[in-house]
């Protein structure tokens, strides 16, 4: 009965620890179905949601929607989509996200 008690807590306990609901765990399944030179603000706005960050490129007069998502269901991640002036996908970048990287800042 003790063992059978002990089981049932861990298994609350690693479930609560899952990340069901996060939206977070399911973007990065979804950024695969967007294409290059196809898929427009609308399309990845009704296929991700709002863009967690935005800003715009003036250099290169491109806009660009960024994601916080999971990869691999570990690592905190961003995916930047960027967007021309007609508002077509014309790249995906991904890469660590700042807001966890240890790494951040000049000094460090």
């Known amino acids: 009965m003790k063992n059978r008690l002990i089981l049932i807590i861990f ?3 690693l479930s ?3 990340g069901q609901g996060d939206p977070r765990w399911e973007r990065g399944a979804k950024f695969s179905a967007i ?3 196809q898929a427009s603000k609308t399309s990845v706005r009704a296929l ?3 863009p967690d ?4 490129l003036s250099l290169r007069d491109m806009d660009v929607w960024s994601y916080r998502y999971k990869e ?3 690592w ?3 995916m930047h989509i960027h967007f021309d002036k007609n508002g077509t996908v014309r790249e995906l970048m991904s890469g660590p996200d700042p807001m966890y990287d240890e790494r951040r800042g000049f000094f460090r």
Not at 53 to 56: A, D, G
Request: proline share 0%; glycine share 14%; with cysteine.
């Open 11 to 13: 298994a609350a306990i």
């Open 16 to 18: 609560a620890c899952a």
């Open 35 to 37: 294409q290059l030179g």
């Open 48 to 50: 991700l949601g709002q």
């Open 53 to 56: 960050e935005t800003t715009h």
């Open 72 to 74: 691999s269901g570990v």
């Open 76 to 78: 905190d991640s961003m």
